[in-house]
């Protein structure tokens, strides 16, 4: 359930869906996303709106909060809007493995306690 607050139903629709990134691409290897059409589709539309929401926030709330890359994840959104027929999957694949966890944990952290029992 997002929380009312804007900022803070816009780390709520990040954390939604870098989650459900890292829980369907949990047991995926590199060959089986390269090969899954659904599933990159699926990666880079999370990225879109973890992107979106990031750029949504607001900017002194992103100023207070160095600790999370928001130019980075606001500039992946970029690519793959606007740039998607240069879309690297490998670099995508690499991002939700190796990234997305980090992100996730970071995200949490700035959710208020009240709200844990409703983390995705």
Request: avoid cysteine; glycine fraction near 4%; hydrophobic fraction near 45%.
């Amino acid at each position: 359930m997002r929380p009312e607050n804007r900022n803070l139903g816009y780390l709520w629709d990040m954390l939604e869906s870098a989650a459900a990134i890292a829980g369907k691409l949990k047991d995926v290897e590199l060959p089986q996303y390269l090969a899954n059409e659904d599933l990159r589709l699926l990666a880079e539309r999370r990225i879109e709106i973890i992107g979106e929401a990031a750029r949504r926030l607001s900017e002194p709330f992103r100023l207070a909060h160095p600790e999370i890359p928001w130019r980075l994840i606001i500039g992946m959104r970029n690519v793959l809007v606007h740039e998607y027929d240069e879309i690297d999957h490998e670099r995508v694949w690499r991002l939700v493995k190796e990234e997305m966890p980090l992100l996730i944990e970071k995200i949490r952290a700035l959710l208020p306690p009240q709200l844990e029992d409703r983390v995705p």
